[in-house]
């Protein structure tokens, strides 16, 4: 199905939001080389839409491989700043959902999961989806089974109920399952008020839980439990009617415990508090972060006597203090107690260019920092995508001026990168004289250029894919030749319709025209149909020529043992040429050699 029948009320980071990004409690896949750059202050705000980036991590572990977490992500560029069940405007990284008939068409599904990483899909042309922007994932919709199949690029699957089927409408775009790459899955359990109750990581007599309660629909607490006993808790509070600090359900003091089985009891590890404006009152808005407190501070201020809830006293000892525009961006930010400050100021082109216009201009953004050794300043123009066009930085307003500049294809992939000593001219807009048009230009002859290529069309037995990176280079000037110091090809494994294409080969250059080294990688899928789980299989012994490394393959396998704490206390790794015996364990996932 190309669209939904119902709408869905959910915060929704505003688009774009970009990549995966960030923390791996969900197993993101990162940036793969030639996604396009996303500028960001340096505690970090992003600057093509004044969105924070403020990622907490209160929980986490690695259970049987599977990693999994309690990561909060606070948003002030939303369609709605009220609601969410941590917070108003905080975003739970694991617990992602679904929010449907969203985006400037009203027909895109979002997959949130964070103020920076969410995702976008739209209707294909054959009555599916596929990503927006420069993504890979992929969305499939099950109408037999009502479910929404989200797939990674390593693998993972993340399942979710849709909003067409039998169910209650509470789960509507809520999570059902997940899978990891490895085979290990992640139950998801609901309680009566179809409230993610438990999240369950087993293998055998073995298990991790992440429980979670709730008081008046609010997450209340999230307990990691192993085995059954209690490790780690997070404890949430939030605010009231009538607290200075913030309004109805802002999120309050996180305090964050550890279980003591001596005691029989729970020891307190660290505790955070946050501030917010109380109305739509500039310099800020209602539910819009004013002070994050940290652990440290937090501390220091209840050694000082202070109340870590009370606005007027706080500001010396914030981690950070936010101001914001009228469009709730973030307009200042001052850290350590205003130690330093920054301050941003966006300017649209009023030309308006649309998603897919990569290489023109949306936003301009000029960054103001003031510290002790002086000002800095950095202006970044970006496109509607949010991927940055231009760069400037300065060391002094006018003075030691440094460009980068990126060129996109059609995908809103990076074709050039070109650093400073490349760009001959820059001619900046000037929006109040009616000149919208940004142009750099740059040298012909002289000049660090990096240069992606991108397959056009689909190969498989050439190991080609469509849009996939096929080749890195870098050439002197804009006319200069492309020296190739890398070429990429590509494997793929199809599962249940959906195919995911991990790398197969990647040959490096060290000298221009030479043969290149090149390294192969080799995949061993586990079977799900049958007890077989598969393996590589014997390697081929090359006995003939046993002097001859050129064409040898290296075998590799890790292996990390975890405590009851889902804590990693040991790791080992083995290697051994294809041509060499009896050297170490080295066994595939049904344990044959």
């Not at 909060?72 to 739970?92: D, K, M, P, T």
């Not at 309680?191 to 008046?216: C, D, H, K, P």
């Not at 729970?266 to 404006?277: H, I, K, P, V």
């Not at 800095?376 to 400037?392: E, P, Q």
Request: hydrophobic share 30%.
């Amino acid at each position: 199905s190309s669209s939904s029948s119902s709408s869905s009320s959910s915060e929704v980071p505003v688009p774009p939001t970009g990549p995966e990004e960030g923390n791996d409690n969900l197993g993101s896949c990162g940036k793969e080389e030639g996604d396009p750059s996303y500028a960001y202050s340096s505690y970090p705000v992003r600057l093509s839409n004044g969105q924070i980036r403020l990622l907490v991590d209160d929980l986490g572990s690695n259970a049987f491989g599977s990693i999994w977490g309690q990561t909060r992500s606070y948003a002030n560029v939303l369609n709605n700043n009220e609601g969410g069940i941590n917070g108003n405007s905080w975003l739970l990284q694991q617990l992602s959902y679904l929010s449907f008939n969203v985006g400037e068409s009203g027909e895109n599904i979002a997959l949130v999961q964070g103020a920076n990483n969410s995702l976008w899909f739209q209707p294909d042309e054959s009555g599916g989806w596929e990503p927006q922007f420069t993504a890979r994932n992929q969305l499939v919709h099950n109408t037999v089974t009502a479910e929404y199949i989200v797939t990674r690029v390593n693998g993972q699957k993340m399942v979710f109920y849709d909003d067409e089927g039998s169910h209650a409408n509470a789960l509507n775009g809520q999570l059902k399952s997940v899978a990891d790459p490895y085979g290990s899955s992640v139950i998801v359990r609901y309680n009566a008020q179809n409230q993610i109750s438990e999240i369950v990581q087993s293998n055998g007599s073995e298990s991790s839980t992440y429980r979670y309660g709730y008081v008046a629909g609010m997450l209340e607490r999230v307990t990691l439990l192993v085995n059954g006993a209690d490790v780690r808790q997070v404890i949430y509070e939030y605010y009231g009617n009538t607290e200075a600090g913030g309004s109805l359900n802002d999120l309050k003091r996180v305090r964050i415990g550890q279980y003591n089985s001596t005691i029989g009891g729970w020891e307190l590890l660290r505790q955070m508090a946050y501030l917010y404006y109380k109305s739509d009152t500039l310099p800020g808005f209602k539910h819009g972060l004013r002070y994050e407190i940290g652990p440290e501070n937090y501390a220091r201020l209840i050694d000082a006597g202070l109340d870590p809830f009370d606005p007027n006293v706080v500001g010396p000892y914030a981690d950070k203090h936010f101001e914001y525009d009228s469009d709730h961006r973030v307009s200042k930010e001052a850290i350590r107690g205003g130690e330093k400050v920054y301050e941003f100021e966006y300017t649209p082109n009023p030309d308006d260019p649309g998603f897919t216009d990569y290489n023109i201009w949306a936003t301009k953004t000029v960054e103001t920092v003031t510290q002790p050794t002086g000002l800095l300043k950095r202006t970044v123009y970006a496109n509607k995508a949010g991927s940055t066009i231009l760069s400037k930085k300065e060391n002094a307003p006018g003075t030691e001026v440094w460009y980068l500049f990126y060129r996109f294809n059609s995908q809103g992939r990076v074709e050039y990168t070109a650093s400073p000593s490349a760009i001959n001219s820059v001619s900046e807009p000037d929006t109040g004289a009616g000149n919208n048009s940004l142009l750099v230009t740059l040298n012909n002859t002289s000049g660090l250029i990096q240069v992606n290529t991108f397959y056009a069309t689909t190969n498989l037995a050439q190991g080609e894919v469509a849009t996939y990176l096929a080749t890195t280079g870098v050439k002197k000037g804009e006319s200069g030749s492309v020296a190739v110091t890398h070429r990429h090809t590509y494997d793929y494994h199809t599962v249940g319709g959906t195919t995911i294409y991990p790398k197969a080969t990647e040959t490096n250059y060290p000298v221009d025209g030479g043969s290149g080294n090149t390294t192969t990688y080799r995949y061993c899928y586990f079977d799900t149909d049958n007890t077989s789980m598969g393996y590589f299989g014997y390697l081929a012994i090359n006995s003939d020529d046993l002097g001859n490394i050129s064409s040898l393959e290296v075998a590799e396998q890790n292996e990390t043992d975890y405590n009851e704490a889902s804590q990693a206390i040991l790791s080992t790794n083995w290697q051994r040429f294809h041509d060499a015996t009896g050297l170490g364990r080295l066994n595939g996932p049904n344990d044959s050699q």
